[in-house]
């Protein structure tokens, strides 16, 4: 997938926002018919931090006060698979951060950030996960268990994402809703091949059967680079908000935003008042610059 059309950094807003200026909310949700909630998602920022054990210096030397942050992400895993499901997607959420952890501090300690590289192993990452799945499945050949993963990390102004499945992930910027990420569907692969209509394709049993999945029988991970800028709002959600609640109406309540987690409960009453037939998880954020 060639990057899509994202706002390319403004050198006079370079300043990394400060972890105060992050507002960041997300929720999860059963919905209006399931019994099992299978979503599970992660917001984390890692940071670099010294820690000053003793010291001769005043208290108020100018020493840091918090840890610097190195990245921030976030992530949604939604199950597939009738009960094994959930632990796909815990399994997944779980690794996929060990994994994130250990090559952010890669990236950073080489002489030169490769954004490449980075690319290949967060790749890399969603096959391991892949493999733990299928091996976690294997030791039971009666459990079917496979996730989503859409997963955003920023190292700013830098963000990439990671896409398996169809969870998504959306920007809006400057009264423009984006979607970043490309359902990996079996509606989207008829539509790609020229065989249905954008239209008719989503209306068909092919609309939500994966066509890539971790834990399925192909993971396909796409990376996706692009920047953020100041004011720039994300958002990732599981299927279980889009098969209710249609992209003018997402870009209606970011419009009308006034903090991460009132979109995200505006838009999980709007999935619930739309039918909830499936489990809803919904993150928001965006970054607030304090004068």
């Known amino acids: 997938m060639s990057a899509p059309s994202t706002p390319s950094p403004d050198p006079a807003e370079a300043r990394k926002p400060r972890d105060s200026e992050i507002d960041v909310y997300g929720l999860t ?104 799945v299928l091996e976690a499945a294997g030791q039971d050949a009666r459990r079917s268990m496979a996730t989503t993963l859409t997963l955003w990390i920023g190292m700013w102004p830098r963000s990439y994402l990671l896409q398996v499945g169809d969870s998504r992930c959306y920007i809006y910027w400057d009264g423009t809703l984006t979607q970043i990420s490309r359902d990996q569907t079996m509606a989207q692969a008829l539509v790609d091949q020229g065989v249905l209509t954008h239209t008719k394709a989503y209306s ?60 995200c409960e505006d838009l999980l009453q709007d999935a619930l008042d739309g039918g909830g037939s499936d489990n809803i998880t919904i993150l928001a954020g965006r970054t607030v610059k304090q004068e």
């Open 29 to 132: 949700h059963t919905g209006s018919i399931r019994k099992q909630n299978q979503d599970h998602f992660l917001i984390a920022s890692l940071a670099k931090q010294m820690i000053v054990h003793s010291t001769s210096l005043p208290d108020d030397a100018a020493l840091p006060r918090e840890p610097e942050r190195l990245a921030f992400l976030a992530m949604v895993a939604d199950g597939v698979g009738s009960g094994a499901g959930e632990e796909a997607s815990r399994m997944a959420v779980q690794a996929i951060s060990r994994y994130v952890a250990r090559s952010t501090h890669t990236y950073y300690a080489s002489d030169a950030a490769d954004p490449e590289r980075f690319t290949e192993m967060l790749q890399e990452a969603a096959l391991e996960c892949h493999a733990a």
């Open 204 to 263: 068909t049993r092919w609309a939500h059967v994966l066509a890539s999945a971790i834990g399925g029988s192909q993971a396909a991970p796409v990376v996706t680079p692009f920047y953020q800028r100041w004011g720039l709002i994300g958002l990732l959600c599981s299927d279980g908000l889009t098969k209710h609640v249609p992209d003018e109406r997402i870009a209606e309540r970011l419009a009308r935003m006034t903090s991460a987690k009132q979109v």
